[in-house]
């Protein structure tokens, strides 16, 4: 008898770090029944994302509205998922990290008394306000979870320090997967071939908690960076938010080196990561992808759940103060030896291999379903 299992995501971020699984548990149609389970809460980004991939979902919520709350996003998914797992009655549902779309599917599947599987499992910030609401988020699913696939040591040391119920792994990081069949893929554009090599400083923010002068403080920043050092373009990919875009427009677009793009679609993203010099950022995947392409990321938030990047050395938190980002921008690009600190250091994130990981556990533990359900 074959696992019924759903793969379920809504953000962009979510898809590219877990279409690696799902392509992978596709190739053993033997011991699998997928189906794939799209929410739409990053409708635009994540329809780039399963374009690329090629791959049309089996079932499309399509919850999102123009200024939805998270309440109002909330109510949606536990109606739909509800009704859906009530219906399919799968084994076994897997989720990914931390958004609202992750924590109901996997609420919902708890209420149906169906085993979750929670891929990147164990990031902690413990300060449930810093992300918000994803710090809380991520620790309410490990209550509900049966497997807890960890990308590192030191996430699953918190889940056991929590108590978790379920079997914990240790897996890498499917955000590496992604990246390396990426940049295996050819891709160019007009700005990428315009910027000479090692002349790109990439910023990307996006995050709740840096809207409104959080954000303005790191604009003004990368504006006299601009001015500062000519000689590089500053490349950032505008959030679709239109408070972010507004603001972005307001103080950034008159600026000669300083570019403002469209969402680049995840495989030309990865490509202008590649050939950047250093990256801003407070995205959580990229803190992951970038120590992979030796490139030093300045991270634009006061915590991160991200810590073994920053205890190795790929990663430092600068948060959001001016004067703070310029410094340390200013360091990497005249001190040669402090930039090579960076970049000299293998990733804590994983090989490229942790879909292939997550897969395997499965397979080898087809009896607990039988012996459970």
């Known amino acids: 008898m074959k696992l019924k299992i759903v793969v379920t995501f809504g953000t962009r971020p979510e898809a590219i770090k877990m279409m690696p699984v799902y392509t992978e548990l596709k190739k053993y149609p033997e011991y699998f029944d997928v189906s ?89 910030t413990h300060n449930r306000l810093n992300p918000f609401p994803e710090e809380i988020n991520r620790q309410l699913i490990a209550r509900f979870a049966s497997f807890h696939f960890a990308p590192t040591t030191q996430a699953a040391e918190n889940l056991k320090k929590e108590n978790v119920q379920g079997r914990i792994f240790v897996t890498g990081n499917t955000a590496i997967d992604a990246l390396f069949i990426n940049l295996e893929q050819q891709y160019d554009d007009e700005l990428l071939q315009k910027v000479e090599d090692d002349k790109m400083i990439v910023l990307t923010t996006h995050r709740r908690e840096n809207l409104g002068e959080a954000m303005r403080n790191i604009f003004l920043a990368m504006k006299e960076i601009s001015k500062t ?23 950034l ?94 990733n804590p994130y994983g090989d490229g291999t942790a879909a292939k990981r997550i897969v395997d556990v499965i397979k080898k533990n087809l009896n607990y379903f039988t012996i459970h359900n």
Do not use: C
């Open 253 to 346: 677009s008159k600026e000669k080196n300083i570019f403002l793009i469209p969402p680049v679609g995840v495989v030309g993203f990865h490509h202008y990561l590649n050939k950047a010099k250093i990256i801003l950022t407070d995205s959580g995947g990229i803190q992951e992808e970038a120590p992979s392409l030796g490139k030093p990321v300045l991270v634009l938030r006061e915590t991160t759940e991200r810590p073994e990047g920053v205890e190795n050395g790929n990663l430092r938190i600068v948060g959001t103060d001016k004067d703070r980002i310029i410094n340390e921008v200013q360091k990497l690009l005249n001190d040669s030896s402090y930039y090579k600190s960076f970049t000299d250091i293998a």
């Open 229 to 251: 050092w000519p000689e590089y373009s500053v490349v950032y990919p505008v959030h679709m938010n239109p408070q972010i875009r507004k603001l972005a427009t307001e103080m």
């Open 36 to 124: 794939l389970i799209v929410t739409g809460q990053h409708r635009e980004m994540l329809d780039q994302i399963l374009e690329i991939y090629g791959v049309v979902p089996d079932v499309d919520f399509n919850i999102m509205k123009s200024e939805q709350t998270l309440t109002e996003i909330t109510n949606a998914l536990e109606i739909k998922y509800g009704e859906y797992f009530e219906k399919e009655k799968p084994d076994l549902v897997l989720v990914h990290g931390d958004t609202t779309t992750a924590l109901v599917a996997a609420f919902e599947a708890f209420y149906n008394k169906i085993k979750i599987g929670h891929v990147e499992a164990g990031l902690r």
